[in-house]
């Protein structure tokens, strides 16, 4: 349980990573008073990433970055938001607020950047100090454990479309129904555009169609003579970690189409033929997740359309992380694991149990 006082600081229970994969081990660590830019934040709920996995062999991090909470502290320049309210933070923790990038709304490339998982004060904790300039106040109705995952999930998608310039008269394509995915479908009906839900299987077809898609393709079909006759795309999202066929999606692009990916692939990107590619002006890019401005527009954008990922809940505890990481890392995850912190006196009747147990 996490003891605070606001003049010495705060001792903080959080979750670290040990040497053994994804085995965590509970851990306490202090947090010196609040400077005058910084919030202390009780944690609610965290979603559990994939990215999250590829720092868990890095031992004593505390792991987490999409954290909701409700406020408990504001240093004394901090004016946007108050004690109690519910917010959010992410991948970006800080900038340097002073370069052209961040004077432009674009603070997420600021090459001064602190991201995620540098320092402590991540979101597999019971608390958290963070600067509350990059803290992000949760829409009325949209509840802890749903607004954890829009922090990244919700943001990556969101700025993938958002700066592609998307409109309504557009066909986008969804490719990979995860964690990403079935929020990029959400988000691209809501839009207004007509959207395809493309995978490798027909496994997810139905619940694609619920999360928004007008029709769905599977990728396992794309022989030359379906991608000829198949309707093209303005606008493709890839959202998954694998190797494609970048030929194949590229030729399913209008002209001045764009292909974006942000699923890592686990190998290097090759193209074929270069000439359509260049002679149909046509687009591959990459994106990350949003930056302040992109966080505050997706979370108006979710609470205005009713945009909720689907989740499965585990206790935020040492024990309760290992199961989602496993969870997650077996491909079970439909679609978005959420750490649900329990409340001060059952934080510490679970801790006893999974102490007798480990």
Same mark, same amino acid.
């Given at each position: ?6 003049? $010495?600081?705060?001792d903080?229970t959080?979750?670290?990573? %040990? ?39 890095? &031992?004593?991090?505390?792991? !987490?970055? +999409?954290? @909701?909470g409700e406020?408990? *502290? ?9 004690k !109690?309210d ?8 800080? $900038?340097?607020?002073?370069c ?6 674009d603070?997420?490339?600021c090459?001064?950047?602190k ?9 597999y ?9 990059f803290?992000?106040?949760? /829409?009325?109705?949209? +509840?802890?454990?749903?607004?954890? &995952? ?15 310039? @998307?409109n /309504? ?26 959207? %395809?839900?493309? $995978?490798?299987s027909?496994?997810?077809?139905? +619940? ?7 029709e769905?393709l ?5 022989t030359? *003579?379906?991608?000829?006759?198949t ?7 890839? %959202? ?18 764009e ?6 692939p686990p190998?290097?990107?090759k193209?074929? &033929?270069?000439l &359509? ?18 966080? %505050? ?7 205005r ?6 989740? +499965? *809940?585990? /206790?935020? $505890?040492?024990? !309760? ?9 077996a ?5 978005? !694991? ?8 059952? @934080?510490?009747?679970v ?8």
């Open positions: 349980m996490t003891v605070s006082t606001s003049s $010495s600081g705060y903080i959080a979750y670290a990573t %040990t040497d053994k994969q994804f085995k965590f081990k509970k851990i306490e660590y202090h947090a010196d008073a609040l400077t005058d830019y910084q919030v202390y934040i009780k944690i609610k709920a965290c979603g559990v990433c994939h990215t999250d996995m590829d720092f868990a062999g890095i &031992p004593d991090t505390v792991l !987490g970055h +999409e954290a @909701v406020i408990v *502290e504001t240093g004394s320049k901090i004016t946007s938001i108050k !109690g519910l917010v959010g933070f992410a991948y970006m923790k800080e $900038s340097c607020l002073d052209l990038l961040c004077h432009s709304g603070d997420i490339m090459r001064k950047r991201m995620f998982p540098e320092g402590l004060n991540n979101g904790a019971h608390g958290a100090v963070c600067d509350g300039r803290v992000y106040k949760i /829409p009325e109705g949209i +509840e802890a454990k749903h607004a954890g &995952p829009l922090m990244c999930a919700g943001s990556t998608v969101f700025s993938a479309i958002y700066n592609a310039n @998307v /309504p008269t557009h066909r986008i394509a969804i490719v990979g129904i995860g964690g990403l995915g079935h929020l990029g479908l959400q988000f691209a009906r809501a839009w207004g555009c007509h959207v %395809t839900a493309i $995978s490798h027909r496994d997810k077809e139905e +619940e694609a169609l619920k999360f928004g898609a007008h769905y599977c990728s396992k079909d794309f030359p *003579e379906f991608v000829e006759k309707e093209k795309f303005d606008f493709i999202l890839s %959202t998954v970690a694998v190797d494609h066929d970048y030929s194949t999606f590229l030729n399913l692009l209008v002209p001045n189409g292909f974006k990916l942000v699923g890592i190998n290097d990107i193209f074929g &033929p270069v &359509p590619f260049l002679l149909d002006q046509k687009k591959f890019t990459g994106a990350i997740l949003g930056g302040r401005k992109i966080n %505050t527009l997706l979370l108006k954008f979710a609470a359309h009713n945009i909720r990922p689907q989740i +499965e *809940e585990f /206790p935020l $505890s040492a024990q !309760g992380i290992e199961d989602a990481i496993h969870h997650l890392h491909g079970k995850a439909r679609y978005r !694991g959420v750490l649900i912190a329990p409340d001060d006196e059952e @934080v510490e009747k801790e006893a149990v999974e102490e007798a147990q480990r």
